[in-house]
């Protein structure tokens, strides 16, 4: 294990691993809400090219993800942090940083994906990188973004919490590799399968994936599903989340009591209303340029 020391703060607005602009103004304003602290914060540019996204070799914007996963490992190196806190932008903003805490701390890693899907799909089954990112920190998947993880993440060191409704390729990846899984049942009747991982598989320091997708759209708003102007059916047969800020929130305060929490990002803010607010008040006479 190396010995690092300190906290860094990181802000990535990256949309295009899910092809949403509006994901840049959920990060931005993620980094407004959160409180302020005297860690260094680091702002991560974005690749910003004219046009639509284009599928390169089976990952949409694929150029512009690399780009951005170059620059916020090379910040990562630049302060070499004990302890990250990742501010998105789609989920694979967490891949850089994870892949980091893995190479710090080695075989006393861990990693709780807290998750209504597993991200461990490759450009074979899908375009958008944010579904990937999981399977890129096993050193699985398109080898231009896992060439940054030094130190693979072992899939029994892993528990996807929250998961639910997973396809039959998920399913089999999950068997083939021995990840850990917990369902929202199971997490809001007391995540008693969490904390017998951490014990089983000794996890001593902890990163925690937070994808808002995992609350329930019905209770918070500014996620995926909640899309405004999407079709009644435009979401039939992909898994919704059903937890609650709440109960996301005493999950992850109970296993930072139980080990060293290393690691926190927070992915897929998407706040349709002020991104439309926003869009509104651009075009407005005495408002607009």
Known sequence: MKTQTG?????????????????????????????????PTVQIPLVREPGPLRNEQGVMGRHQLLGQLDAAWAAIHSHRPGKIVMLGGDCLVDLAPFAWLSEVYGDK????????????????????AHAHVLGSLMGEGDADFSRT???PVAGQRIMIAGLHG?????????????????????????????????EKENIEFLAVHFDLDILNPQKFRSLYFSRPDADAHAFDGIAQGKLELDEVLSLITAVDNKTTLVGLGIA????????????????????KE
């Open 7 to 39: 906290l860094l703060r990181m802000v990535l607005p990256q949309w295009q691993g899910g092809n949403n602009p509006v994901y840049e103004l959920g990060a931005e304003l993620l980094a407004w809400l959160v409180p302020s602290s005297s860690a």
């Open 109 to 128: 890693f861990g990693i709780l994906w807290i998750d209504s899907h597993p991200d461990v799909m490759t450009p074979a089954q899908f375009e958008h």
């Open 149 to 151: 993880v030094n130190v």
């Open 166 to 198: 997973e396809s039959d390729y998920e399913r089999g990846f999950i068997a083939k590799h021995g990840i850990h899984t917990c369902s929202p049942e199971a997490i809001q009747a007391g995540a008693a399968e969490i904390f017998s991982w951490i």
């Open 268 to 287: 897929e803010h998407l706040p349709w209303d002020i991104w439309n607010l926003k869009r509104t008040l651009s075009r407005m006479p005495l408002l």
